[in-house]
Every structure is written in C-alpha cells, then in structure tokens.
C-alpha cells in the first residue's frame, strides 16, 4: 500500500507500510471552521451563558486584562483574540484601556518574534502585552484559599483589573480533565506554589501509587484537580468572562461559547466530545500514531499527551510507534529530574519529593510498564532510554508491522487533539 503521511513538527513524515497490510486508519478529520468567526464571536459575546453580555461589563475607566494562553495551545486563541479587541474598540475600550497577558502558568516566556507570529503584528504592534511569569512573588498577590488547601496567588495586575477576559480553546487534558476556561487564571496566571499544589492533587497521597481518583482526560465532575481550579478562579474580585473555542481546520474556531467561567466551559467542552471522540473498537497489537505536529509535539512534556492518548489504543504487551519531534527538548527540567536516575527508580523519586510535572513522570512510567513505545524524534538515544522508550525510524515500519492478521494495526494522524473510547 502508499506510505502514510504523519504530521510531525512543522512538516510531515512519510510511514511505509507492508504491501499487504491493512491497517485500520483513524478518521482524525478536522471540523469545518465557522464560515463567519467575527460574527460568531459577537453573537456569543452578546448572548453568553450565565452572565450578562459583555457590553454591559465594559468599565467607564477601568483597567481590561484580556488573557490568552501561550504558543503550546495553537493559534486558536489568536483567532477569537481578534474580535474581541474589535468589539472592545467599538464598544470604547481601546488599547489604552486593555492589556494582554499571555497565560503562560510555568512554561518559558516566548520572544517577541513568537508573541507576533501567534498574536499577530496588527496585536503585537498596538496593545500592551504582559508575560505572566509564575517565580516572580513581586507580582503576586494572594486571592484566598481553596477547600482543597491551595493558597491562590495570581498576578497583581490581573486581580486588580476592572474586568478580565479569557480567550482560549479547549482540549482534553490528561490529569485536568479538559484545558480552557478556568486554566487560563489556575495555572495560567497563578504563582508557582499555586500551581504545585494544584497539580499534585492531580496524584493520591502517595504520589508513586499514580493519578488520584477522578483525574482522567475527559472528567471533570468529581475530578479534584479541575474543582480545585474553578474554586479558585472564583476568587477573582471582579468580573470573569470567559470566551472558550472548539479548534477547526486550519487552526481557525469551530464552536464558540462565552460567559461564565464554568457555563461557557462545559458547553465547548460538550461540543469538543462530540466532534473529537474516536471509537476505535478495541485496542490493538501495534499502534502507529502522530502528535499532530507542532505544537503539540514541541517538546516531551506537550508529546506526552498524545503518548497518553495513544496508548489506551494498544493492548497489553502491544507496541506504540509515535511520531514527536520535541525540537525543544524534553521542557521541564522537573520531568527531567524524576527521570534522571532513569525510568526504574521513578516512583520512588516521586515519592521522596513531588516535582510540578511529577504527575506526567508517573503517566509516562505507567505507559512504558504496560506498552513498549518507540519514538521517531529528535530525542538524544541517551533520553529515550532515560525516560524508557526506543528509537522509532520510520523505514522499519513495515518489517515492525509486516504479517501481522488484517485489523491489528491502528493508525492515529493526530493523538493529541482526539480521544479514544475503548469499547
């Protein structure tokens, strides 16, 4: 048969497969945009979920903090972002009255090149835009604390906003449930010890017995990491209204809702289900699967989802061959860190001390325990080995998968943006 096309990085990647194969190939189709996003968005604005329309939350003088989330999440929110400053204008708050925050939680500050090429240079070139950044205790200020314990600390500068705007998409998130919404304040604006301890409740008590009851990709009622967040968002003084986009083709939004922070969320979260669930049947003895290119495979930590994903579909003992590129390396220096005495001794570093990303260490111990994972990626050999994986090359595709019984292998184009349901 022809080779397989898989995204990986900025490019793609050409999959032989044996001539008498026949895999199974998952239907990772993107929906069709919205043929009009601008009229879409101002329609949501004006009739949102939960709150009033945003018009009538538009301060007299005050201060707008319009927030987004980084380069990791794709440009979808660049696509909404756009409208909604044209709406401010019209409505008469400007760019003297708004300032953006890139939502960033504790991933690395981007550079002015990349803010531009996300944001776009008619944004770039006219408002005020701020980098949350999660270390500096200067610039925080504490909102309350959570029944989960967690003390809130968000940056100053938001809190004392007038008004704040979220602007985002969705996605399934592997311990949160679903990403949007409320993540743009918890992480995205949030100190780092805030950020801890809302991240290790996404662990039980024993952080090397794995994820804690309710946190899954997909769940958010009864998941204490998601209801620890939308807790603490509640703590912001001021208005909250929050804009949450399903990604279409191209990047551009399928689906929009806004108001509340938990209306409008669950509504595209409602919608992301129905248009990105794959029901692949039953699991199989090789998987064959793509991030879905940058930047989703950017680095190990953003790969790490679509492992996750991609590895419900292969059957115990099976083999997943996953498509990353991770030109930025491994992006965390603490998964680096509960790795570095290697794959084996995981759990009990886990145990000794919880690092921020602690919980995709254990998620990645677990895969490689059940599955054998090999990676096409710009991974060091030394890396794949430290975190437990193989080297995947793409030409020996077909000898890996060559006679093995019709249906056995499932090819996934895109494991981060979709979820598996095994029946």
């Given at each position: 048969?022809?080779?397989?096309?898989?995204?990986?990085?900025?490019?793609?990647?050409?999959?032989?497969?044996?001539?008498?194969?026949?895999?199974?190939?998952a239907?990772?189709?993107?929906?069709?945009?919205?043929?009009?996003?601008?009229?879409?968005i101002k329609k949501?604005l004006?009739h949102?979920?939960?709150?009033?329309?945003?018009?009538?939350?538009?301060p007299?003088s005050?201060?707008?903090?319009?927030?987004?989330?980084?380069?990791?999440?794709?440009?979808?929110?660049?696509?909404?972002?756009?409208?909604?400053?044209?709406?401010?204008?019209?409505?008469?708050?400007?760019?003297?009255?708004?300032t953006?925050?890139?939502?960033?939680?504790?991933?690395?500050?981007?550079s002015?090149?990349?803010?531009?090429?996300?944001?776009?240079?008619?944004?770039?070139?006219?408002?005020?835009?701020?980098?949350?950044?999660?270390?500096?205790?200067?610039?925080?200020?504490e909102?309350?604390?959570?029944s989960?314990?967690?003390?809130?600390?968000?940056?100053?500068?938001?809190?004392?906003?007038?008004l704040?705007?979220?602007?985002?998409?969705?996605?399934?998130?592997?311990?949160?449930?679903?990403?949007?919404?409320?993540?743009?304040?918890?992480?995205?604006?949030?100190?780092?010890?805030t950020i801890m301890?809302?991240?290790?409740?996404?662990?039980?008590?024993?952080?090397a017995e794995g994820?804690?009851?309710?946190?899954?990709?997909?769940?958010?009622?009864?998941?204490?990491?998601?209801?620890?967040m939308?807790?603490?968002?509640?703590?912001m003084?001021?208005?909250?209204?929050?804009?949450?986009?399903?990604?279409g083709?191209?990047?551009?939004?399928?689906?929009?809702?806004?108001?509340d922070?938990?209306?409008?969320?669950?509504?595209?979260?409602?919608?992301?289900?129905?248009?990105?669930?794959?029901?692949?049947?039953?699991?199989?003895?090789?998987?064959?699967a793509?991030a879905?290119?940058?930047?989703?495979?950017?680095?190990?930590?953003?790969?790490?989802?679509?492992?996750r994903?991609?590895?419900?579909?292969?059957?115990?003992?099976?083999?997943l061959?996953?498509?990353?590129?991770?030109?930025?390396?491994?992006?965390?220096?603490?998964?680096?860190?509960?790795?570095s005495?290697?794959?084996?001794?995981?759990?009990?570093?886990?145990?000794?001390?919880y690092?921020?990303?602690?919980?995709?260490?254990?998620?990645?111990?677990?895969?490689?325990?059940?599955?054998?994972?090999?990676?096409l990626?710009?991974?060091?050999?030394?890396?794949?080995k430290?975190?437990g994986f193989?080297?995947w090359?793409?030409?020996?595709?077909?000898?890996?998968?060559?006679?093995?019984?019709a249906?056995?292998?499932?090819?996934?184009?895109?494991?981060?943006?979709f979820?598996?349901?095994?029946?």
């Open positions: 048969m022809d080779p397989i096309l898989l995204p990986y990085g900025d490019s793609e990647i050409s999959v032989p497969l044996p001539g008498g194969a026949e895999p199974e190939i239907d990772c189709t993107l929906p069709d945009p919205l043929p009009d996003t601008s009229l879409s949501t004006e949102p979920e939960g709150c009033c329309h945003l018009s009538g939350l538009i007299a005050g201060r707008i903090a319009v927030l987004v989330s980084d380069l990791t999440r794709g440009r979808t929110a660049a696509a909404v972002l756009v409208p909604v400053l044209e709406y401010l204008e019209r409505h008469g708050a400007g760019p003297q009255q708004t953006i925050y890139i939502a960033s939680g504790m991933h690395r500050d981007q002015a090149a990349e803010i531009e090429a996300q944001l776009g240079a008619a944004v770039a070139g006219r408002y005020s835009i701020v980098q949350h950044d999660a270390r500096d205790k200067s610039s925080l200020v909102a309350g604390t959570t989960y314990g967690t003390r809130c600390l968000f940056n100053r500068r938001v809190v004392e906003s007038a704040v705007i979220g602007a985002g998409a969705v996605s399934f998130h592997y311990f949160a449930g679903f990403g949007g919404g409320r993540k743009l304040i918890l992480p995205g604006i949030s100190g780092e010890e301890a809302n991240h290790r409740l996404s662990l039980r008590d024993d952080p994820p804690a009851r309710g946190c899954g990709p997909g769940i958010l009622d009864g998941n204490p990491v998601h209801e620890d939308i807790e603490g968002a509640s703590f003084p001021g208005p909250v209204f929050m804009i949450c986009a399903v990604t083709a191209g990047g551009e939004p399928a689906f929009v809702s806004a108001g922070i938990d209306a409008a969320h669950r509504t595209s979260v409602s919608k992301l289900r129905e248009l990105y669930t794959l029901h692949p049947g039953r699991r199989r003895k090789i998987v064959v793509s879905g290119g940058s930047p989703k495979d950017i680095n190990l930590l953003q790969a790490h989802k679509a492992i994903h991609a590895s419900l579909a292969a059957e115990d003992g099976g083999l061959l996953m498509a990353a590129a991770c030109r930025e390396g491994i992006g965390s220096e603490s998964l680096e860190e509960d790795f005495g290697g794959r084996d001794e995981v759990p009990s570093r886990v145990s000794r001390k690092t921020l990303n602690s919980q995709a260490a254990m998620s990645i111990h677990e895969i490689t325990g059940r599955i054998e994972v090999r990676l990626s710009g991974l060091s050999d030394d890396s794949l430290k975190f193989g080297r090359r793409a030409e020996e595709t077909a000898f890996l998968t060559d006679g093995l019984p249906g056995e292998v499932l090819v996934i184009p895109d494991t981060a943006s979820l598996l349901k095994i029946e």
